[in-house]
C-alpha cells in the first residue's frame, strides 16, 4: 500500500486573486498547521469564502504560490469541504454517503456499512431512508459533514456551515465539528459569527478586505486584538 | 355529424386493422425515442460539462437541428438506406426499422439539447461540491444525468411528442405499406385525401387518447420517483 502523502502544512505564499477589475485576495501568506481549529474570520466581502476555497485548492490563484505538504500539486484527495449551502444529491440521505465513498475509491463490499457508521456519528442514523432533499437544513448540513468524513480528510474545510441554521442545530454541527478535530482531523472554518470563533478556534486568521489583519492564536485575539480593526471587530463595530 | 358518429365507433368497436396501425405506431415511436435517447442523454450531458473548441458551433448546431424537418430526414435516410445507397446492403428501406432509424435521428437532436440545457443548468448548483469531492468528468456525467433524472423524463417525453406526431419521415422511409408500415399519422393522411374521413377522424382521436396515456404514465413515474426519492 501507498503511504498517503500529507497536506500539511498548507502554505500560501503571496497569494493574490483578482476577478475581472476587483481584487478578492491581496497578498495573502499564511502558514494552516497541524493542531487546534484554524478560524477565518471578518466581515462580510472580506474574502473568507474563497481564501477557504483556495486552500482548499477549488481556484487557483491569480499571482503567488500555494503549496499541500510542500507540493504545488496535490491530488486533494484528503481535502474536503463542508459549504454554507450543501448541496444534496437527489437520493436517499444514506445514498449521498455511499455516493461520496464510491468517489473516495472505497470498496463497494464495505460501504454501506462505513455510511451507516458515518451517519450514526453525526446523528443521522435514524433518518438514512430519508430522501435528502427532504432533511431539514441542519440535517442537510450534517449530512454534508458526513459525505466529508467519507472522505477521511487529513484536512476540513467549512464555509460558514452554520451561517443559515437555527441555534440548536447549530450546536449540533459544532459538537460533530469539534469532536472531528479532537479525532485528530485539521478544521480550517470561515465564519462571520464571533461567537463561535470564541467558542471553537484554536487560531485566527483575521481577514479585511481580502488581506490578513490579524494571525494569532484565539485568547490574544479576543482580549487584546493588536489592530484597530482587530479591536472594533472585536467590539462589534461595523469594519469597513 | 355523422362523421364523427362512426370516428368514435370505430374506436370503441375495437377495429383490429387500426389497432394494428397504433401498435406499430407506438413501437416505432417508442424504440426511436428509446434510441435516440441512448446517444443524447450522454451526447447533451457531455456538451454541458466538458468544454472543447468548437463546442459553441455544435450547440448552436444541435440547438437548430431541434427544427429540422421530418421530411428533409426523411430523404437523408431514404438516400442512405435505397438499394444504390451506401447503406442498401442492409435491405431496411421500407420497413419498421427504417422508421425507427430515421424518427431516432428526428429526436435525437432535441433530447440532446434540452439535456445540454438541464444539465448545464444544474451543474451550476452542483459545480462546487462534486469539484470539492473530485469526481471525475465520466462520473460528473452520470451523476447529473441521474440526479437530473426527472426532468430529463419531460425532455424525452418532447421526444416522443415529436415523433408520434410526424407524418413526413416514416411517410418516405415507411412507404405507408398497408398492414407492415402503416402507422396513424400516415394513415390519417391517406385515408384524408381519400376522402375517408370517419377513419381519419378515427385515427386522430386514437393518436391523441395514445399520446396524452403516455404522457399520463410518464408524469405518474415521476410523481412517485420524486415522493420516494426527493
Known sequence: ?240 | MPDGASALSLVLGGDPALYAIVGLSLLVSLSATALAALAALPLGATLALVDFPGRALVVVVINAFMGLPPVVVGLVVFLLLSRSGPLGFLGLLFSPKAMIIAQALLVLPIIAALTRQTIEDLWVEYRDELTAMRVGPAARVATLLWDARFSLLTTLLAGFGRAAAEVGTVMIVGGNIDGFTRTMTTAIALETSKGDLPLAMGLGLVLITVIVGVNSAAWGVRRIGELKSG
Open chain 1, 1 to 240: 500500500m501507498r503511504a498517503l502523502q500529507t497536506d500539511l502544512p498548507i502554505v500560501l505564499d503571496d497569494v493574490s486573486l483578482h476577478a475581472n477589475e476587483t481584487t478578492i485576495i491581496r497578498h495573502v501568506s499564511l502558514v494552516v498547521s497541524p493542531g487546534a481549529p484554524t478560524f477565518v474570520v471578518g466581515p462580510n466581502g472580506s474574502g473568507k469564502s474563497t481564501l477557504i476555497r483556495l486552500a482548499m485548492g477549488l481556484i487557483a490563484p491569480t499571482t503567488g504560490r500555494i503549496t499541500w505538504g510542500g507540493r504545488a500539486e496535490s491530488d486533494g484527495r484528503r481535502r474536503a469541504m463542508v459549504f454554507q449551502r450543501p448541496v444534496m444529491l437527489r437520493r436517499l440521505a444514506a445514498a449521498n454517503v455511499t455516493y461520496a465513498l464510491k468517489v473516495a475509491g472505497i470498496d463497494r463490499a464495505v460501504r454501506t456499512e462505513r455510511a451507516r457508521d458515518l451517519l450514526d456519528r453525526v446523528g443521522l442514523g435514524d433518518l438514512a431512508a430519508r430522501p435528502a432533499r427532504r432533511l431539514s437544513g441542519g440535517e442537510q448540513q450534517r449530512l454534508a459533514l458526513a459525505r466529508a468524513l467519507a472522505r477521511d480528510p487529513e484536512v476540513l474545510f467549512l464555509d460558514e456551515p452554520t451561517a443559515s441554521l437555527d441555534p440548536a442545530a447549530t450546536k449540533a454541527v459544532e459538537d460533530i465539528v469539534r469532536a472531528v478535530a479532537q479525532s485528530g482531523v485539521k478544521v480550517v472554518m470561515a465564519t462571520h459569527d464571533l461567537g463561535q470563533a470564541r467558542r471553537m478556534a484554536g487560531d485566527i486568521v483575521f481577514l479585511v478586505r481580502g488581506r490578513v489583519a490579524e494571525r494569532t492564536d484565539a485568547e490574544p485575539f479576543f482580549t487584546a486584538p493588536a489592530t484597530p480593526e482587530a479591536a472594533a471587530f472585536v467590539r462589534g463595530d461595523l469594519v469597513i
